[in-house]
């Protein structure tokens, strides 16, 4: 990577390190505070509508991030400003007609997305979508927002905004925490609970716009004006790159609505989903932006250029950081999960029955970790070379894959009896979206190769069943590591067990991808030295 690329990864890792460190805090005072009960588990299908917009739209890395970096890339000020304020026009105008919507059809939605739950969480959710139907409409502003700044070299401010709205709820379910111990009436305090939390999450929405606005004026990007004055030829080609580029991210988030409908009959389900999944989440989200958001401006930079060789030499760089990277996590949260998840949530009202729960689904997650972010990589390679449809048509593919083995893999329920002769629980869930996300990294590859010619397939695939197989054994390796280290048990004790056991199996990992001779697993341990040890 160049000098430049190196910059901007640091200062992204550094960002989103401190964004994902905010977040682990407000998950850890929220297990504390709630563990897998009824204000949170109603809080896990409220945030699916606003969360779907703030992820899809509001979100750094996201397609109308993306997007914005692509349109962008060759604009002035002049022109840049007028662009985004006319897409900021058009797109708020529809959000915030979604908000009203969202708003007044509360109960329908939160019925809709969890048909199972009892009256009381259900009443619970309905109270906490109305107070979030507000971020719909500013998942917009702040996605263009933060595109925007990327466009125009300035990395860390969008990188460490949702630190700020973890810090809003922190400090928020911190002091219910603190009061709940004097409140008896538990009924009471599941409401109270629920409608801080919702209210916090709003505020930190807010934040998060507010926060980007002194550094687009510094940009010379802002502007607030109700006209539309871009070209309609540049306006049809945003919407070109946009529309099919949020679909696509659209339909993963889709999934994640299809596993929370088949929950609802799990009590604790969402819960627990949500707080495994955020284990997950927190190194993915921290390597995912380290990784995709560099390679995007180099993926549309090659493609301008012509110079395939050198784009399919980054493709195959980016596959070898995706896979190499979370094969080796997955092979520590699934030897390591228990020991993981006492760590990071074992304290409060957070219980052995939701210790056992959350750890379970950890491995679960682990094992589908490579293919989430590959899957990430190659639909940004097609962002870059302007082809989002193909990835909004494997996507509709996915959704329909997701839904047949979310209700194969957890009974297959029917009016007549359960069909399918397995029953995962809420495991079911999770490698049904492994599988989806399998499939869908097989089908963007092969189209990838219709698309650039000597991508090469057969190196692909042999590099990865040897990353695979050093994955199988570091897990193995990390188990027995962890039995061996003898100590009395204590938090101290257990995270020193952890970090050794996960520091000798990070030795073996890069030993054993020399041996086999990995291609590109130099520029993988490169890599891990100058973002991880210079953090």
């Not at 689904?361 to 070379?385: Q, T």
Request: aromatic fraction near 12%.
């Amino acid at each position: 990577m160049s000098k430049s690329i190196k910059e901007i990864a640091f200062v992204v890792s550094l960002g989103t390190l401190l964004s994902k460190f905010g977040g682990m805090v407000r998950q850890l005072v929220i297990a504390g505070a709630f563990g897998i009960s009824a204000a949170y588990d109603a809080y896990s299908y409220a945030y699916i509508i606003p969360g779907f917009f703030l992820v899809l739209l509001g979100g750094v890395n996201g397609p109308l991030h993306n997007s914005m970096v692509s349109l962008l890339a060759e604009k002035n000020k002049f022109d840049s400003k007028l662009f985004i304020n006319s897409i900021n026009n058009i797109l708020s105008l529809i959000l915030l007609i979604l908000s009203f919507f969202i708003f007044f059809s509360s109960d329908l939605l939160i019925n809709l997305v969890g048909p199972n739950l009892t009256p009381g969480i259900k009443e619970i959710a309905s109270s906490q979508l109305k107070i979030m139907s507000p971020i719909i409409f500013m998942s917009g502003l702040i996605g263009i927002g933060f595109g925007s700044l990327n466009a125009k070299k300035e990395f860390f401010i969008p990188s460490i905004a949702p630190l700020i709205s973890s810090l809003m709820i922190i400090i928020s379910i911190s002091i219910f925490w603190i009061r709940k111990e004097n409140t008896t009436d538990i009924s009471q305090l599941e409401i109270t609970g629920g409608i801080i939390l919702a209210k916090a999450t709003l505020i930190g929405a807010l934040t998060q716009y507010l926060i980007q606005i002194p550094f687009l004026i510094k940009k010379g990007i802002f502007a607030i004006s109700f006209s539309i004055k871009s070209k309609y030829s540049e306006i049809k080609r945003g919407w070109r790159m946009i529309a099919p580029a949020s679909l696509s991210s659209g339909m993963i988030q889709i999934n994640v609505f299809t596993d929370l409908f088949f929950a609802s009959k799990i009590v604790g389900a969402a819960a627990a989903l949500s707080y495994a999944n955020f284990l997950v989440q927190a190194p993915l989200g921290i390597l995912s932006s380290t990784i995709l958001i560099p390679l995007l401006p180099v993926f549309v930079s090659l493609k301008k250029r012509e110079n395939h060789i050198k784009l399919i030499e980054k493709i195959h760089q980016g596959l070898m950081l995706s896979m190499g990277s979370m094969i080796f996590l997955g092979s520590i949260f699934i030897s390591l999960s228990t020991p993981i998840v006492v760590l990071v949530y074992g304290r409060g009202s957070f219980n052995q029955n939701a210790i056992d729960i959350v750890s379970q689904l950890l491995i679960a997650y682990g094992i589908g970790m490579p293919f989430y972010l590959s899957r990430d990589l190659l639909v940004r390679v097609f962002y870059g070379i302007e082809d989002a449809k193909t990835p909004f048509r494997i996507s509709t593919i996915a959704i329909f894959l997701n839904i047949f083995f979310d209700w194969f893999l957890i009974g297959g329920s029917s009016p007549w009896g359960e069909l399918s002769p397995l029953n995962l629980g809420v495991n079911g869930l999770v490698f049904s979206t492994t599988f989806v996300n399998f499939f869908a990294c097989i089908l963007l590859l092969l189209k990838l190769n219709e698309k650039l010619e000597n991508l090469n397939l057969s190196r692909i695939l042999s590099d990865n069943l040897k990353i695979i197989l050093i994955g199988i054994i570091c897990g193995i390796s990390s188990f027995f590591i962890f039995k061996i280290i003898d100590i009395p048990y204590g938090f101290l004790s257990l995270l020193f067990k952890v970090l050794v056991s996960s520091g000798i199996t990070l030795t073996i990992f890069n030993y054993l991808a020399t041996i086999f001779k990995i291609e590109h697993i130099n520029y993988l341990n490169k890599f891990l030295k100058e973002k991880f040890i210079r953090l």
